[in-house]
């Protein structure tokens, strides 16, 4: 079993332009971004995967 962590919500004024500066790709997540690794978990291409957080951040937590 994997899970995905799509990373943070978008809550308050000002919150999206300061998170974006941080993200290295320099740009919000889509569905896009986030739909072909949430289908390979679901693959059984995936079935050797256990107990992984795959963040999926733009490399937001490289920081």
């Known amino acids: 079993m994997g899970c995905v962590d799509p990373s943070r919500w978008l809550t308050r004024p000002g919150f999206e332009e300061k998170l974006t500066a941080r993200i290295p790709l320099g740009r919000l997540g889509v569905t896009n971004d986030v739909a072909p ?12 995967i256990t107990g992984h957080v795959l963040a999926i951040d733009g490399g937001y937590t490289i920081h």
Do not use: H, I, K, R
Not at 37 to 48: C, E, K, M, R, Y
């Open 37 to 48: 690794a949430v289908a390979f978990l679901l693959s059984v291409d995936s079935g050797f």
